[in-house]
């Protein structure tokens, strides 16, 4: 890990929005035990104690891979961190964090800025109340960190995509991390989802698919509803559709032909459901399209 305590941070560019995500500040501290907690060469904006805490505007992930400590935020009771974890510091909410005093800890940071990031947490990626990501160490966040550290301490060169590349692996590391700790309803769901995709022209028996996974059908139903947007038998249809459509657009196949091949039981069924989702039937969406290209 970085021999030396340093931290950097970056000024606004326009260039975080033109690629979607910069990183905005990145350090490294190795804080032996009994020392004041946090070291003094802070900006005022991002400098705080344990009795106020602070706000940021940016999200911060914090990686510990020394020693210990404690973390509490506005939306969580004050929690243990220990060496191998990481934390994520969502941009408005108050937090404060410190090291054990008879431990100290080794700690890396970044933080980030821009519209994907912005994404991530209006879709809720990363909520308020799983900013913990154990096992980060595991998941090689640390390798990632170190490469960022690397780069930061090397002459400034402006906005560096590379950084903004790194940055982003950190927050898919810690979204994979949630990942293989989602409850078994989430995963069942998940499950599903990759079975109907490959398996949407199929007959399927929706009651025997969720006893397959292990869950009861009524909570199966509910959960599928609340992570995709459509009950399970919907989620086929939109496959099968979309499936339709593609045939419709790249081969001169007949109605009857797409149906069979997609799933439809008639070239009427197809139509009606054609019809539903995208307001017209599938030959004037066929023959719009022809035009189009023309």
């Not at 100290?104 to 947490?121: F, K, Q, R, T």
């Not at 947007?229 to 086929?236: H, L, M, T």
């Not at 939109?238 to 109605?255: E, K, N």
Request: hydrophobic share 40%; aromatic share 10%.
């Amino acid at each position: 890990m970085t021999a030396s305590n340093y931290s950097r941070y970056l000024p606004p560019s326009p260039e975080t929005v033109r690629w979607g995500l910069g990183l905005t500040g990145a350090g490294f501290a190795s804080i032996p035990p009994g020392s004041s907690y946090p070291p003094r060469h802070h900006p005022a904006d991002h400098d705080f104690d344990w009795e106020h805490g602070r706000v940021l505007e940016g999200l911060q992930v914090l990686l510990i891979t020394r020693g210990g400590g404690e973390l509490e935020t506005a939306a969580m009771a004050c929690m243990r961190v220990e060496a191998g974890m990481a934390f994520l510091i969502l941009p408005g909410e108050w937090h404060r964090y410190r090291p054990d005093p008879a431990t100290g800890w080794d700690e890396s940071w970044i933080e980030i800025a821009g519209p994907v990031m912005d994404g991530l947490l209006e879709s809720g990626t990363f909520s308020r109340g799983s900013i913990i990501k154990p096992d980060a160490l595991g998941m090689g966040l640390d390798e990632v960190f170190e490469a960022i550290h690397r780069r930061m301490l090397a002459p400034p060169g402006g906005f560096e995509p590379e950084l903004s590349a790194a940055a982003l692996r950190v927050l898919a590391l810690c979204a994979r991390i949630d990942s293989t700790r989602v409850p078994h309803i989430r995963r069942a769901v998940r499950s599903a989802e990759q079975y109907l995709a490959a398996h949407h022209a199929e007959p399927v028996n929706m009651e025997a698919l969720a006893r397959r996974l292990g869950v009861a059908y009524s909570h199966f139903r509910r959960a599928f509803r609340k992570q995709t947007g459509f009950s399970p038998w919907q989620y086929v249809i939109r496959l099968r559709l979309s499936r339709a459509r593609r045939l419709l657009a790249a081969s001169d196949a007949t109605l009857d032909d797409i149906a069979a091949r997609v799933g439809f039981s008639t070239a009427f069924h197809l139509s009606l459901a054609f019809k539903r989702a995208y307001g017209q039937a599938p030959h004037y969406w066929r023959q719009a399209l022809s035009r189009e290209r023309r």
